[in-house]
Structure formats: C-alpha cells, structure tokens
C-alpha cells in the first residue's frame, strides 16, 4: 500500500491491538490516518490471562501498551465506540459518532461465547467468561452465593472453574462430551486430567447434558439434566465453545464459512480486496482458529501486505501448553491419532495421575503428536519433533519416559533455522541467530529484539537454551554472573566465602563484588552462602537486609501478606499433649490448620504482630522452629517400622529423629527433604526424597537425588546395608558436597542430573573420597551441627530483632486490607482489595517514626491517614549521605499490603525494592514498575532529620531531595 489513506481496524482486542502495533511498526503510521474502533470502554487488554483479574489484579495490570501509545505514533484509538454498520460500496463505517471512510478497513471483531438455548439460562444462571464487564458479573452473582456452575469442560471453561474456586465457591464442571477437553485430549488424557482437578476437589460430571435450568430448592437454580438428575447450584457459567463475530461481515455482504467466520484467502483478504479478516472473526481454508496466536499471525501477514511485502497466512500449529487449576496440560500435533496407520505409545503414572501420549506415524520414522497430562516439561522436545520432521529415538517410548529412565531433552544444535521457538510472535531459530549476528549478547535484549518469550512465556526454557547454544557455537563467552553484582557463580561465592573466612554480605562484595547495595538475586543467595558456612543465626542484624520475607519473619508469606507457622514434628511423631497445644494455638489466633505431607502441621494466617506470640506459646510446650521457611533441611519423614508394623526391620522412627535432629537448620542451595522406610513396602516414600533410607535385614540401603513437585524424579539408590555410622557419615559427605557445588536454587535432583560422570563420580567422591575432601566435608558438617539454634528462640530474646514484628511502626492496627470469610469450617483469605486510597499525602511535612524505628537496608511501614506508606532506609557512606524513600506499600501484582517487607538493593544504579510476592521491582525514586512500564506507585518525599523521619506530598517545584542523618 503505498501513499495516504484511511486504515480502520474494526476490534481492539489482542489481536485488533496487535494489528495496531505491526501497522507501527511496518511505518504506516506515517503515510496513513490509522483509526480503531473497540465496543469495551477498556484499552487493549491480555485475555489470555483473565483469570489474574479474578484473583485480585487489576484491569490496568493487564494493559496491553504503555499509556501514550496511540498519542505517540497518531493513532486514533474509538474505545467503547461500537461500529454498527459497513457500507462497501461508499467505503464508510458507521458508529455512533457518525460516518468515517476507509481505504483498507481490516476486521478484527473476535468471537462471542455460545450460549446454548437451554430454557431459564438468563441472569445468574446465563453467565459467560470472555471479558472484563462478564468478570465483574460473576463476580457480583458470587456475593452472597456458595456454589457455582461451569457449563463446558474446554480450556476456558476449566479458567472459569478456576476463577470460581477462587471465589470460594464449590465448584462443578458440567460437560457434555464423555471426557474434559475433548478437542485437545484423547479418552485417557481426559481422565487423567479429571482425577486431577476432582483431587482439588473440584466436582466433574461428563456425558451431562443441561436440559433446562429452573428455580432450585436449597440454591438459586437447579439445573436438570437429560438423564432426570439434577444439580442446584447460585451461578451459572457458560463456556460451550464460541461463535466468530462476524455480524458486520455478514450484513455488508462478504463471504461468510460454512460453520461462520468471515472467508478469507492466504493474504487475510476477505471477498472484498479493500478488506481483510484476523484473528477469531477469520475463516481460512474451512477452519476459525481460537488461539491467539494464529491471530497474531495474521496479523502481521496483514501488516507486511500493505507494507508492499511478500506475506502468506498458510494455516497455524494449534498445539498449546498449559497450567488449567495448577494441572499441566500439553497437546501436541496430531493428539487423537487420527492420521491412517498412526501408532501410540502411553504412559500412566497412577500413583501421582499423570498421563503421556506419543503418536508415531505407521512407519515409525516420524512424530506426529502427544498428549501430556500432569507434566509439561516433556513439550518442548516433542512440539520440535512434531514440527520439523527430526527423526525419533530408536526407542521413541523414551521420550515420555519419567526423566530419570528416558531420553534426554532435544539439544539446540539439533533443531534446524526453521524451528519455531516461540509460536506467538513467530520467532524462529534462524530470527534468534540473526539477533546474536547483529550483537545480542542476553537474554533481556533478545526479548526485547524479537518479543520472543513475552507472549504466554511457555518458551522462555527453550529460548533460554538454544541462546546459550548458539552463543557458545560462535565462541561467546556464555555469562553465568550470579548477578549484575557478582561476576562468579554461586559455587564459586560459596568457595571465596570458605577459603577467605568471609562473613559478611559487606566484605564479599568488597572483595570480589562489581559494587552496588547488591539485588534480591545475590542478597538472599549469599545469606544461604554464609549460614551454610557459618550457621550464625539469621536474625543477626547483618544479615537481615539479606534475607527474603520468609526467613525475616521465620515463617512463609502467603497470598495476603500473611503468615503460616510450622513448629518441628521430628519423624512425624508427636504426642498428644502437643497435638492439644497445636490446637489451642490455632483456635485463639483464628488460625486454619493443615497436615503437611511431610507429617507437620502447618498454621495458616498469622498475621505478622501475632508471630512472636505464636512462637512463644509453642516453644513453651517443648516445639522448636520447622524452618518451613528456609532453604534449609525440611522434614524428615517416616513410618512406624519394627516398633510397630509387623512388617518392619528397622526402628524407622528412631533413625528418622536422628537425622532431623542431627540435621535440622542445615542451611543450603534449596529445601531438602528426607525420609526413612522401615522395610521394603515404603510407606514413607524414601525413594522420591533428597535423602532417602530403607531398612533391610543388615542394616540401612541409602537413596539420593529424588524429589516430588513439579517435576518429579526417583531417587537412586546410592549404597546398602550400612550401618548407622557410615550412614550418617555418607549423608554428611553428599549434602556438604551438594551445599559446596550447587547452583542457587539448584534442587539436588538437578544437581545431579547436571554432575558430569554421575552417579559413579559422584560415589567415587563420597565413598571413595576420590578428591581427598572428605574429611573436610565431615568437619563442615559437624561445625554446623554444633552451632544450630532454633531462630525463633533467638527472636524473641532480643528486644531489637523483636521491633521489626509490627505491621506499623507507629500504630498498633492491624493490616485492615487481611480479611478472612469460613469456609469448610475453618477460615481462608478473602480476596485481597485494590488500593483505594489515592491521597497525595500530607501538603507539610509530616513526622512518621523514629530514626531508631528503621532497618538500614531495609524496610518498614508507618501508616498515616489511611495510606500505608513503606520506608526503606539507605544509610549514609563516604560518598553519600543517609536517603529515606517512601513509596505505597501495596503491591498492585497481588492487592496485598507488602512492599515494605521486600528486599532493597540496586539494578542498573537504580535503588529499587522486588516485591516478596512476585518479585517485580518498583524503584524507589518514583514508584516505576521496571518490568511493566504501566505500573507507577505512589511515592512521597522523605526526610531524616533530628532523628525524626517526616515526610510529605510530592510536587513538579519540590524533587525529592537527599536527607541528612
């Protein structure tokens, strides 16, 4: 397209936006008036994650541009302004603000949800999930309700059940085919992912057609079903599929499919060459495409047409990854094995419900699709096989196999330039290779040149691998810096800190730092460094600014800024004197309860004032810190063994209170959990632990490198029959070892999976002691035994390290935005409420605290005229004098009361605090969110003066200025 003209994009959704945003940068925005027409009164916003909405974001967090987008290349953006009619042959669209020609008009208008006509489905019970306005409807229809309906077991209709349980309600799935997901997902795979989602205790029902929806008896409605059962229920949520918006289409004459969905040909044109279709409204070759990415590309096939370039929308992988109610969820290529011949191979796990499909074409020479159920971290080697034709293993079941038996993943090298990497914005690996050519040398500036990864971010684990690739095949130097702050790994740091006797942050950052207050990456990594070193107690004043949330507070952070509390239960074994005082704790502090799986009991909901009391009531009854809260030894789990169980050889608890008490307080690169069966029927799961011991008739067979979660993996079985002695000795030696050599946040599972030589080398260096350490690793080990304190005894007998538990350090109320609703008769978090207070802060300076009321690097929170206002304090130096900064204390990520307990430190030279939630980082200067320029919060100019600290409203005449202390 070349000269001036009008360019109407009619929907400003993802992909109506995204249009917007090829448009710019394609630079015709400068020869052409660019218009875009949305009926929501919303800027573009992510669909995709709708459900963050629901959970407490705001709809500003889901923003899909920075504010002056539009105003700053000239585009004229209709929000809330509904086109209402096409006249082709005038070339004109119609709204409410009249009459607006066009050159090339390209329709952008999505799909609507379908709603079936089922009798009495309107109000509460004819709900649907697609955008903001229906969110709030729900969400309305959910006050005062207590259970809820999701017609459709698809993708969307298991993110509404989601967002449903979220509100607290109890929650079916009403589906009308004979399994979940029906379109993705074979029989099995549905299953799979069935038992799941009911685990979470989510209620499924298949093969259920609605018939009608009357007035219910104990509930709001009463839906009946074809069968003559009924479900009553408050609300109704329809997600049975969608229906592309193709009304203006169809009323101006343009092609329309078969099955709906404007026609369009491979350039996106529609039967009128002055108009294109994209997106969810587009019907190519037969097929409406409801993902987001074949949108974006045709989109930017748009785009490059106009531009005068050679493009061609030649159809769309719809394979898709993702987490529905925490559940993995992959499907591949050809999933059902609908191609003539086609042969499968399966995997079922039923002891922890994962599912894998692999489907192989008759001859066996290629990969045509998968199924994955409960673990996505197969899908990306198989979605490289599928698409670029590369030839299976000989044995193809490997590559569904549990990791620990089957194939490695698909290396970099051996994806072709074809490869897709990132399936949202179209990025190869040829576009990657062309980025490292023009002199890309990281990962940030990769996203940044090719938007790789910052689409769904399913990914981001592929890009980061083939990058380092390529980087290292053209003899780059790959940069494994701990941080900006340190140029050495994490192993390397902990080397420096032992071989130099280093121990403080202060001095190693002297010593071999880059300069800088340091980042919440090498802060909480360096304070593991040194207690696993040195076991000095946490609460040391050094080493709080260190620290994460967690480990402060000696407890876990949860969802609304409060607290749960884990006493020690040694081998699970408890008495019941104590089980009466866990029970009277959690009552007095309206506390909800739970039993770990590691046989603890946790206590949800301590609210940060109530931690120091807590703690004292338990530790008067003979408990002691769980250190749930550290990356740190966890538990150490057991069965009853030959004390009890007729079955057992061993004294399975004995030896299970052994190695917790010898161990607990251990200090290391992530948690570590232990477990000890006493006879071969494992009750206590030793073989899915760190460390792992079965009894045998001669003694202890010992398991390393297991771990559950995520990504499980079985551990191996490392040596047999021990005696109690060389047991404890080889445990010692393995997690010293571990601690000395691991990457941060490196499980041991990984740990050793990344150990070259394996298992072999690594009994050689314990068994054998084929590097001479062994010694040294006992004595590391025995040091830290003998220096174990429980740290929240050390908390509460020093008045100092006591005044950081108040949630205002100059008010004694509690965090009103903490609110609890029952639920199953205990009490869980109520959502947490966006920020209402919007004051600018008091016009003269105003005193908030005491300087003796500050953390030097770190944070507190005063509270003044409904604002919680965070101070984080930067003591002077040589070259500066002290700074205060204060900034809101709300995360907007979360809707939750926190800033203030995040950790301070500096990225780029900018003083910035991450949040303890979800770790974006907001500068301290002015409140700028760096990873969503959207973001600003509130801050205030501060000052320390007379040992005071005051502050007051910032103004365009008054910058903030430095303080004096």
Request: hydrophobic share 40%; proline share 4%.
């Amino acid at each position: 397209m070349t000269g001036t003209g009008n360019i109407v994009i009619i929907g400003n959704g993802m992909v109506g936006h995204y249009c917007a945003e090829q448009l710019v940068a394609h630079g015709l925005h400068e020869d052409c008036a660019i218009h875009i027409f949305g009926d929501e009164p919303h800027h573009a916003y992510d669909r995709v994650h709708l459900t963050d909405y629901m959970s407490g974001r705001d709809a500003l967090a889901l923003r899909l541009h920075v504010d002056d987008f539009h105003t700053h290349h000239d585009l004229t953006l209709h929000r809330g302004v509904r086109v209402t009619r096409i006249d082709r042959a005038a070339r004109m669209v119609e709204s409410a603000e009249g009459l607006l020609p066009y050159d090339t008009l390209i329709l952008a208008t999505g799909s609507t949800p379908f709603v079936p006509p089922v009798p009495g489905n309107t109000g509460t019970a004819g709900l649907v999930y697609r955008t903001l306005d229906d969110l709030d409807l729900i969400r309305a229809a959910a006050g005062g309700a207590s259970h809820g309906v999701v017609i459709g077991g698809g993708l969307l209709g298991l993110e509404a059940a989601n967002a449903l349980s979220g509100l607290g309600l109890s929650t079916a799935v009403v589906e009308f085919a004979p399994r979940l997901m029906p379109v993705q997902l074979d029989d099995d795979g549905g299953l799979a992912l069935k038992q799941r989602i009911e685990a979470l205790g989510i209620e499924v029902l298949t093969s259920h057609a609605t018939q009608r929806i009357i007035a219910g008896e104990t509930h709001r409605h009463r839906l009946v079903f074809a069968d003559g059962t009924f479900l009553e229920t408050d609300l109704v949520v329809f997600s049975a599929g969608i229906r592309a918006q193709d009304r203006l289409a169809r009323d101006c004459g343009l092609a329309i499919g078969p099955r709906g969905g404007v026609v369009i040909d491979g350039q996106c044109r529609t039967s009128d060459a002055a108009i294109y279709a994209i997106g969810e409204c587009a019907c190519w070759n037969g097929q409406v495409f409801g993902l987001v990415a074949p949108g974006y590309t045709m989109a930017r096939t748009v785009a490059s047409t106009l531009a005068g370039e050679e493009a061609a929308f030649t159809g769309a992988d719809m394979s898709t990854k993702l987490k529905l109610l925490g559940v993995d969820v992959g499907s591949i290529g050809d999933a059902h094995g609908a191609t003539p011949g086609s042969r499968s191979y399966r995997f079922i796990g039923e002891v922890d419900g994962s599912y894998r499909r692999l489907v192989l074409s008759g001859d066996g020479s290629r990969v045509l699709g998968a199924v994955l159920v409960g673990d996505n971290a197969y899908y990306d080697t198989i979605v490289q096989y599928v698409q670029n034709g590369i030839r299976p293993p000989p044995d193809p079941a490997a590559l569904i196999l549990p990791r620990g038996e089957g194939a490695d993943l698909l290396g970099a090298d051996a994806l072709p330039d074809t490869a897709m990497i990132c399936s949202c914005h179209n990025v190869t690996k040829g576009a990657i290779c062309a980025s490292i050519e023009g002199g890309c040398t990281d990962i940030a500036g990769l996203k940044q040149s090719t938007k790789a990864s910052t689409g769904c971010g399913g990914c981001s684990t592929l890009l980061r691998n083939v990058f380092e690739t390529e980087l290292e095949a053209r003899g780059i130097t790959v940069d494994h810096s701990l941080c900006e702050h340190f140029s050495y790994t994490r192993q390397e740091l902990y080397s420096l800190v032992r071989v130099h006797g280093i121990q403080t942050f202060e001095d190693l950052m002297a010593q071999y730092g880059n300069g800088g207050l340091g980042c919440d990456i090498c802060k909480p990594a360096v304070g593991s460094i040194l207690a696993s070193a040195w076991n000095k107690p946490i609460t040391d004043p050094l080493y709080i600014p260190l620290q994460d949330t967690n480990d402060t507070f000696m407890a876990n952070m949860q969802k609304n800024g409060t607290y749960s509390v884990v006493p020690r239960i040694a081998g699970g074994e408890i008495t019941p004197e104590k089980l009466i005082v866990l029970g009277q704790v959690a009552k007095k502090y309206d506390l909800y309860t739970k039993i770990t799986g590691g046989q603890r009991i946790d206590l949800f909901g301590a609210r940060l004032e109530q931690l120091p009391d807590i703690w004292g009531e338990l530790l008067e009854a003979g408990f002691e810190t769980g250190q749930a809260y550290g990356k740190s030894t966890r538990t150490v789990k057991s069965c009853v063994g030959s004390t009890w169980c007729r079955y057992g050889v061993q004294d399975s608890v004995g030896k299970a209170l052994d190695l917790e008490n010898r161990y607990k307080g251990l200090r290391s690169p992530h948690k570590l959990k232990f477990a000890v069966s006493g006879c071969t029927r494992e009750c206590a799961e030793a073989q899915g632990k760190d460390v792992g011991v079965i009894a045998t008739e001669n003694g202890w067979n010992l398991y390393v490198c297991g771990n559950g979660g995520m990504r499980p993996r079985h551990a191996e079985l490392f040596a047999t029959d021990l005696d109690a002695e060389t047991l404890v000795k080889y445990i010692d030696r393995f997690l010293m070892f571990y601690i000395r050599t691991a990457d941060k946040l490196q499980r041991t599972s990984v740990w050793r999976e990344n150990l070259e030589g394996g298992l072999d080398y690594l009994k050689d260096v314990i068994i054998n002691d084929s590097l001479g350490i062994c010694a040294e690793l006992e004595r590391q080990m025995q040091m830290v035994v003998d220096r174990y304190h429980c740290e929240w005894r050390d908390a509460l007998t020093d008045r100092e390290k006591l005044k950081r538990f108040r949630t205002f350090v100059n008010d004694s109320r509690p965090d009103p935005n903490i609110r609890t609703i029952p639920e199953r008769d205990q009490v869980r978090p109520a959502d947490n409420l966006p920020e209402t207070t919007q004051s600018a802060g008091p016009v003269e300076w105003t005193e908030l605290c005491g300087h003796d009321d500050l953390v030097a690097m770190s944070g507190v929170v005063a509270w003044h005229d409904g604002n919680q206002i965070a101070l984080f304090y930067l003591p002077a130096t040589e070259g500066a004098p002290a700074r205060v900064y204060a900034i809101d204390n709300h995360d907007p990520f979360s809707n939750a009361n926190v800033l203030g307990r995040g950790i301070m430190g500096d990225l780029k030279g900018q003083v910035v605090v991450a949040s303890p939630l979800y770790k974006q980082h907001f500068r301290l200067e002015d409140g700028q969110c760096l990873e969503d320029p959207t973001i600003r919060l509130r801050t205030w100019e501060a000052r320390l003066e007379n040992g005071r600290v005051a502050i007051r409203a910032k103004t365009v005449a008054a910058p903030s200025e430095p303080v004096s202390a």
